[in-house]
């Protein structure tokens, strides 16, 4: 199941200024493990300033399986199996790194198998497919953050652990929980330090994942650029791996 539209492309129409985050959740969650939670390098997880480091940088591809309208909701995990990851992703104005409430932040990635809803299969598993695990978003608060809870994601062939994500401005949460209009100022993907993959791919759900896992450094999208390139700032929610992990990065788009 390889993302083969998932190439790099040069800057595009839109260009996002992307900076460290500074705002860890606190939700800890999840079973104890006898694994000792491994924390980022220090130069991954420092907290800074967003004005202080912005830096411009480009867009990253869509890929094949994205779906159109899903549901506005701060978990999206449906009851998937997998290591927490609650997510904090802030949004700022690249013009002046001003928070920008009330945009939609968007998110969709695989599960522990590799799997990715609606698209069940392509990773060689048969489990129950309604299209919308693991998919979702919601609207950022006035300090410009967004917080949704999901799972470490797992992989699937060709490419190493990545979650999707857009940002939109101007949409219409429609009475069934969805979303329509606006304008999509972003695209992009967030990535995982190597050290913590490593950990999670040794516990279960994830180790029966079969697939040749590629790690960050092989994959043909992520391009070592840190931060700047989508690297989540990644913080420990307990003493094990299964305990789970905070996730956070503040992006900057031209809205």
Known sequence: MTDTSETRSPIGRRTVLVATGATAATL???AAASTEAPTAKAA?????AAAAVCTL???MTEGPYYLDGQYVRADITEGKAGIPLKLTLTVVDAASCAPLANALVEIWHCDALGEYSGYVGNNGHSEPDDGTFLRGGVLTNSSGAAAITTIYPGWYRGRCIHIHVKVHTG????SDGHFTGGQEVHTGQLFFDETITTAVARISPYSTN???RTTLAQD???DDGGAASGLLTLTALGSSTSSGYAGTLTLGVDS
């Open 44 to 48: 991954d997880t420092a907290p800074v």
């Open 57 to 59: 940088t480009k867009e």
């Open 171 to 174: 949409v219409t949460v429609t």
């Open 28 to 30: 800890a969650v999840g």
């Open 220 to 222: 043909s999208i992520y």
């Open 210 to 212: 079969t697939v040749t």
